[in-house]
């Protein structure tokens, strides 16, 4: 009895030193698990960050918990110690029964502990709950039963399944054995709510509750990630429904990830050949040395380019590139993300159509009159760079300015373009005279017209085209005068051939009587005689030699050009008579050799005839001009729709000083003149009429090989 006592107090020392030992380990457990949770936090941070899913703040939770689960630990243990000073005092006293304070205060040690635990998991933010094996709710937070709207206790001992549709009971059985297996799993879980239909989202860590070795059970802790997890969707579905492309990028310009737009832009049949790609075989232009990444000290800030891509059949593709860094959390760019807009079409456009107003800019340019536009406020809005030529200004010294104050312009312009913008009249032609800046005076021509707006009626302006006509003024002053010459020289030919022959018998009289013996005085008298009428004839023969055409100077000549320049010098008076030209062209035509200027006054004079010819008929009418061939000669059709020639006066109509014409309208000598001018050719012209239908006149010429064929058998002969 005396070694009780002893025996007892070293058992009580030994068991506190083990409670000592005990609580040291705890404590060093509890810090080791605490520190091992930041360890995992630390060091999974940026892989769990760059994960598809929003996982970043797993590494906290597990933290919390650790923390949480610490605290509670430690709560058990000052429990646990607790009861076991409580069992010592009841080893103490093993015959005795417990009294009902000790029962008391075992009751509400362990009601403290299980409130505890409750109150623990309640304060949780996520979802916890722990299930047996066989799918029964044990123990349940207060965020469990709030999801279901229910009170704690008509969750806790049913099954999971009557509340929740999804996950189904066959899918969790079929992972319960892998469960079993590693004890824990995080991941992602669906779950469809029976009360509601509702489809959430939880990341959730399961862990077994062991009892011995075994599994008896699983706790589950749950975080809501539906919201997160619908934003993520939503970025999903624009990002694939995007027209624009999208990408991800390493900073060296390798591609991560790109939506269906870019795939389908760059000509590649799948995401995953694209991606697999080295980024710079992407770059089109040696110039661009990164074409998506960018260089080592780039700060990451929103850069807006626009860059050159390389398809996938080679072709180049113009983008215009906005990109942005995406950082760590360390401050690291760890990828670029960006935009690309193809706008190929939109540059192709922008070069067609500056290389359109290149080109009517150029052809303004060399167009050989001076265009000028004139707004409705009567300014000059566009002049052509032919100002320079025409009156040695620069184009900036009319641009903006009113027609009405510059002093040099023309009162009959100013005229002409008031009267074409109120509408008066819709075309309109004047000439008048232009002093040049370097003091020339030349005569101009312009014609004004109304400019309107595009797809619509309303006037916008005047446009005016003004063109130097003072050699074509030159040239007709020349044509006159020598229509006028021509006429004198008919006009004398005829006379010299009526003076010949009394001429003839003066000379011939007065050679006969100086052989007759008369007196002296009388030879002498007729010797006179006989020199004078000598003279007379040669005077005559010199006035026959100067009315008869002179040979033309022959060179190769294009008809059709010859018809051409005729029109032209009479063209504003063709205009202004509201005679309209069908002239059909033919440069196939072979060359004839003759004087180009005498064809040209054939065909002028030809023209001027069928013009009066229609304007004693009506106001207005056409002179029809083709060309043609034959074998061995150039033909040339001249028809007017006039009243045309009487049959009684068509034989008479080549014959000098032959006219129908009103006195005063005309010489009679133009049609003479014109067939001794193709007669000198090796021509010949021909005047057919349909009274009342109308006059043609047709020219034919000999081609130039023909003629001079005729030419050398003519010296041989």
């Not at 009170?151 to 996950?167: H, M, N, Q, S, V």
């Not at 320079?388 to 903006?400: I, K, M, S, Y």
């Not at 050699?471 to 006429?487: D, Y």
């Not at 012209?685 to 023909?706: D, H, K, N, Q, Y």
Request: overall charge neutral.
């Amino acid at each position: 009895m005396e070694k009780q006592p002893n025996e007892i107090l070293n058992r009580a020392r030994q068991e506190n030193q083990l409670e000592r030992e005990e609580g040291r380990l705890w404590r060093w457990s509890l810090w080791l698990l605490v520190l091992l949770a930041l360890a995992v936090a630390l060091l999974t941070w940026e892989r769990l960050e760059s994960l598809p899913y929003s996982l970043g703040a797993l590494p906290a939770g597990l933290l919390v918990l650790m923390v949480l689960f610490a605290a509670y630990a430690y709560g058990r243990k000052r429990e646990v110690s607790e009861l076991k000073g409580i069992l010592r005092g009841l080893e103490s006293r093993v015959s005795a029964v417990p009294s009902e304070d000790q029962l008391d205060q075992l009751s509400q040690v362990l009601e403290r502990s299980q409130r505890n635990f409750k109150q623990l998991i309640d304060s949780f933010d996520e979802v916890a709950f722990a299930v047996s094996l066989d799918g029964i709710l044990r123990t349940i937070n207060r965020q469990f039963a709030s999801l279901l709207g229910l009170p704690y206790a008509e969750i806790i001992g049913r099954p999971l399944d009557e509340f929740l549709d999804e996950p189904k009971r066959p899918q969790a059985d079929k992972e319960l054995s892998r469960f079993l297996e590693k004890r824990r799993w995080a991941g992602l879980i669906r779950v469809r709510l029976k009360a509601s239909g509702r489809i959430l989202h939880f990341d959730c860590v399961l862990n077994g509750i062991v009892s011995g070795e075994a599994v008896v059970g699983i706790s589950v802790l749950a975080r809501d990630v539906t919201h997160e997890r619908q934003k993520e969707t939503r970025f999903t579905e624009l990002f694939e429904t995007l027209q624009e492309g999208v990408y991800f990028s390493t900073p060296e310009g390798k591609l991560l990830d790109v939506n269906p737009a870019l795939v389908e832009m760059l000509g590649y049949p799948s995401k995953e050949e694209l991606l697999a790609i080295d980024g710079q075989a992407l770059n089109f232009s040696q110039e661009q040395t990164r074409v998506l990444g960018r260089a080592s000290d780039d700060r990451g800030g929103v850069r807006t380019r626009e860059i050159t891509l390389r398809r996938k059949d080679g072709k180049p593709a113009v983008f215009l590139d906005t990109s942005r860094a995406v950082w760590d959390p360390a401050g690291q760019i760890i990828r670029y993300q960006g935009t690309l807009v193809d706008v190929t079409e939109r540059r192709a456009m922008e070069r067609q159509l500056r290389q359109q107003e290149e080109f009517q800019r150029h052809l303004l340019e060399s167009f050989p009159d001076l265009i000028l536009v004139i707004d409705t406020d009567e300014r000059y809005s566009f002049v052509s760079s032919r100002i320079r030529d025409l009156f040695g200004l620069e184009p900036e010294a009319w641009l903006g300015k009113k027609i009405g104050e510059i002093q040099e312009q023309s009162p009959e312009l100013v005229e002409l373009c008031r009267s074409v913008l109120s509408g008066k009249q819709r075309f309109g032609l004047c000439e008048y005279s232009a002093r040049h800046g370097n003091g020339t005076w030349s005569t101009m021509r312009a014609s004004a017209s109304p400019l309107y707006g595009a797809g619509t009626e309303l006037m916008k302006g005047v446009v005016v085209s003004t063109r130097n006509i003072s050699v074509e003024k030159k040239m007709e002053q020349q044509m006159i005068q020598s229509e006028r010459l021509a006429a004198m020289g008919q006009m004398i030919g005829g006379f010299a051939h009526e003076l010949n022959n009394p001429l003839t018998a003066i000379l011939g009289l007065s050679e006969m009587l100086s052989e007759i013996e008369v007196a002296e005085t009388v030879k002498k008298q007729l010797t006179m005689i006989h020199s004078q009428a000598r003279r007379a004839a040669e005077i005559v023969q010199n006035l026959v030699f100067y009315s008869r055409p002179p040979a033309p100077g022959r060179s190769r000549v294009n008809l059709s050009e010859l018809v051409q320049r005729s029109l032209h010098l009479e063209a504003y008076s063709l205009r202004k008579n509201n005679i309209s030209i069908d002239f059909q062209p033919d440069d196939s035509l072979p060359s004839v050799a003759g004087d180009p200027n005498q064809l040209v006054q054939v065909f002028w004079n030809l023209i001027v005839n069928a013009e009066q010819a229609i304007r004693e008929l009506r106001d207005k009418g056409t002179l029809r001009i083709r060309l043609g061939r034959n074998s061995d000669s150039v033909w040339i059709v001249f028809q007017d729709d006039g009243p045309g020639i009487p049959p009684e006066t068509l034989p008479n109509i080549f014959d000098p000083f032959y006219t129908t014409k009103r006195p005063g309208r005309g010489t009679g000598l133009g049609l003479s003149i014109c067939r001794a001018v193709l007669r000198e050719h090796g021509g010949r012209i021909e005047a057919t009429s349909i009274p009342g239908a109308g006059a043609i006149f047709t020219v034919s010429l000999p081609v130039a090989a023909a003629l001079a064929t005729a030419a050398s058998q003519d010296s041989r002969g």
